[in-house]
């Protein structure tokens, strides 16, 4: 309920003249300590700017290949639009627009699938517009879908026309490497269509009953990042593709209560503990009448976490145990079907997939792969047959991914501080050391191929650059429209020590930007504190509504713990089989060590929020720890672990069945009773991979519990895209903690 602020002070004052004059003097010295307390004014303007720039990612170059020739090809929106054109920057450093959405679709509007909203969802694609793309191998030409539309671009002479796939979604289109003909996904089978001439597009396959073929099922996009179900052979006579078997997966319907008219959408959703989806492979020559040729491997590696086909070597994958603690690497015989195995690896807790790994050489002479040691990612060179050739960098140098893989070097992204990332050029032959593209501190992210390495930097000062950096020694400016920060942040990182057998954690702290030291703030702990994510970055970008909160009249802290990657195998094992106890032992100590240095932040009103797994975490630390946090708001959150996806969870809970102990402790529908503090609970209905049946499970059994908490059901899914949401969000968690962390910042005199 909004209450006008001069009605509410005209009733108070009424009833002041109404009471004894002790009674009035006392309230009249209450109102003035109130007003001496009073929280800031929020900084609406700076909401308003992350939410409509999408937290300034927006505008930013986002490279999408590298061609022969040496150019870089690029999507980029405008500051505070969504819908994303195609540029080039070529080996000169000139810049051309080649597709501009809105002169290419008119007026018309973009129409997605539920197969393809899905599928940005699993990548968080919040963006409209360009995409994603295919080149073909010499980079002439370009497939550009549009929505259901397609487009080819002829770079040589800039001409862009449209392809006529025929009625229906043309779901995963990919362009074949020598640029003839285009392959796309439709009702369960391949089709194939020719770039050039009017002939309408061929059915390459027929999927058996209850059977799809060339789609990746939800695991493998959500959590193993393969987006795609098929791929091109390089002599673009083939394509190896995914045969799915779902009838014993569990089919949850999605539905929309804001749009009770629409029928629910179902989706097959392996839960943990539930039969997952069985998956194998078919290879098929695009000539008329081919029929597949049927590929199986090892049945106790059912995962196919990877499929590859590169240039000059074997069509390729790298199959998981569903467990995740043994993988290797097949490589198949494409007229034969016969499979070898190039590698096996085995880790009793679980083992990483890392980007770009395996990664071949031009000549297909062997491939460079990262192997986990206890001190990190050591960066191998193997050879065809996968024996082991030579190490080049140690698990110690902080290896984090494989950009590229060339003739004499390779590009990659490591950092010994976990704070940071960078991209290396590394040399083959190690007659020099590893060179550094980036500058000193920030997150560098990168594409590399065809000898150029096109960075995304976000410095240590804020802000966002792109440049593409040859290996000449070039470099050149990859140009965006990002907007500037609306304000600097002025976070600062520090390490605390909790125990002197582990290594110190990493925390940052956003205070307001008028700051008084003699002042005692209340404490908003922004948490995730789950695996495969670290919200303690040198980056200022990261910090934004950090510094919104913090100017409302909080100090904001962030806290790495065991569990989160890039420290170390130990470091990030520690949580196996119990996803909150360590995790949450460790939030606690360092923020309990915070306390100790820094006098300025009140411990007796600590709120905590997150969303995702930092919602489940925000959850679990308001039930299993009262008397530090006093308020939590839990966005999206994973309430009972048994609900959740069978690779991620298993991948480090194990089954219900193996692990039954471990599921009740992690569970918050457990610890239901123990409620003792304010919680607000925010979750999309239509969200479709923390299913909203998990916010429901919660306040069934506080209902039971006699226990309520406050609860937003907004019309979204996992990610909240609408700016209007996202402003009215952190709005709405503002004023949940002021409510219930009482004043803003005080003195000794105000209590």
Excluded at 6 to 18: I, P, Q, V
Excluded at 35 to 55: C, F, H, I, M
Excluded at 106 to 126: F, G, I, K, N, P
Excluded at 384 to 407: H, M, N, W
Aim: net charge neutral; charged share 25%.
């Amino acid at each position: 309920m909004v209450v006008d602020r001069a009605l509410f002070a005209a009733l108070c004052m009424s009833l002041m003249a109404c009471q004894p004059r002790t009674q009035q003097k006392a309230q009249e010295d209450m109102k003035t300590k109130t007003e001496a307390a009073a929280w800031p004014e929020p900084n609406e303007k700076v909401l308003v700017a992350a939410a409509e720039t999408s937290n300034y990612r927006l505008g930013r170059t986002v490279p999408l290949a590298v061609t022969p020739d040496g150019s870089v090809l690029f999507r980029r929106t405008p500051g505070r639009a969504r819908r994303a054109d195609l540029f080039e920057l070529d080996k000169n450093g000139h810049t051309r627009e080649l597709i501009k959405v809105d002169q290419v679709l008119a007026t018309a509007d973009e129409h997605l699938s539920a197969e393809e909203r899905a599928r940005r969802e699993r990548s968080r694609t919040q963006t409209s517009g360009v995409v994603d793309l295919s080149v073909s191998s010499s980079g002439a030409r370009v497939l550009v879908p549009l929505g259901q539309r397609l487009f080819v671009l002829e770079r040589a002479s800039g001409q862009v026309r449209e392809l006529q796939p025929g009625p229906g979604f043309p779901f995963d289109p990919q362009l074949s490497p020598d640029g003839k003909h285009v392959a796309f996904v439709r009702d369960s089978d391949l089709w194939l269509l020719q770039v050039d001439g009017d002939a309408p597009p061929r059915r390459l396959t027929k999927h058996e009953p209850d059977r799809e073929y060339g789609s990746a099922e939800f695991v493998a996009q959500e959590e193993l990042d393969r987006k795609s179900g098929y791929v091109w052979s390089p002599d673009s006579q083939m394509i190896a593709f995914q045969r799915t078997d779902a009838r014993e997966v569990d089919t949850l319907y999605v539905s929309n209560p804001r749009h009770p008219e629409q029928e629910p959408t179902p989706f097959k959703y392996p839960r943990a503990g539930r039969p997952n989806a069985k998956v194998d492979l078919g290879i098929i020559a695009i000539r008329s009448g081919a029929q597949p040729r049927w590929v199986q491997w090892d049945p106790a590696l059912p995962y196919m976490a990877k499929l590859l086909w590169p240039k000059n070597s074997p069509l390729q994958v790298l199959a998981l145990s569903r467990a995740q603690t043994e993988q290797a690497l097949i490589a198949i015989d494409h007229n034969t079907g016969t499979t070898r195995e190039l590698l096996r690896e085995r880790d009793e807790t679980w083992l990483n997939l890392t980007p770009g790994s395996p990664n071949w050489l031009p000549d297909g002479s062997g491939f460079l792969w990262l192997h986990e040691d206890n001190d990190g990612y050591a960066l191998e060179q193997r050879g065809s047959d996968g024996a082991l050739v030579k190490t080049l960098l140690p698990g110690s140098f902080g290896a984090r991914s494989i950009a590229a893989a060339e003739t004499s070097s390779a590009i990659i992204t490591a950092s010994r501080d976990p704070r940071e990332q960078h991209v290396f050029r590394v040399s083959l032959q190690g007659e020099q050391p590893p060179q550094q593209l980036t500058a000193a501190g920030g997150v560098n992210t990168v594409l590399a191929g065809q000898g150029i390495a096109a960075l995304s930097t976000e410095p240590r000062a804020g802000g966002f650059r792109g440049e593409a950096v040859h290996a000449d020694g070039r470099r050149y400016e990859l140009p965006n429209l990002v907007e500037a920060l609306a304000l600097v942040p002025n976070t600062q990182l520090e390490s605390v020590e909790i125990d002197p057998k582990l290594p110190p954690l990493y925390a940052s702290i956003t205070r307001p930007r008028d700051f008084d030291p003699k002042r005692s703030y209340p404490v908003l702990v922004k948490v995730y504190g789950g695996p495969h994510a670290q919200l303690v970055l040198d980056s200022k970008n990261a910090y934004l509504l950090d510094q919104f909160y913090a100017d409302a009249g909080f100090i904001v802290l962030r806290i790495d713990g065991r569990g989160t990657p890039n420290r170390g195998r130990e470091f990030e094992r520690a949580v196996l089989e119990d996803l909150i106890s360590v995790a949450l032992a460790d939030q606690a100590q360092g923020l309990q060590a915070l306390f100790a240095r820094h006098p300025e932040l009140d411990r007796t009103r600590v709120g905590i929020f997150g969303w995702s797994f930092g919602g489940y975490f925000s959850t679990m630390a308001l039930l299993l720890r009262p008397d530090l946090f006093h308020a939590a708001v839990a966005g999206a959150p994973v309430t009972d672990w048994a609900l959740y996806d069978t690779a991620y969870t298993e991948r480090y809970m194990r089954t219900p069945q193996d692990n039954p102990a471990g599921y009740a402790h992690t569970s918050a529908l457990t610890h239901a009773s123990k409620l003792s503090r304010p919680l607000l609970l925010i979750h999309g209905v239509t969200d479709d991979n923390v299913h909203f049946a998990h916010a429901l499970a919660l306040i069934e059994a506080l209902y039971a519990q006699g226990k309520a908490i406050e609860v937003v059901a907004l019309a979204s899914t996992h990610m909240v895209v609408d700016p209007r949401q996202s402003v009215a969000r952190e709005k709405l968690q503002l004023e949940f903690f002021r409510k219930n962390l009482g004043r803003g910042a005080t003195t000794d005199s105000d209590r």
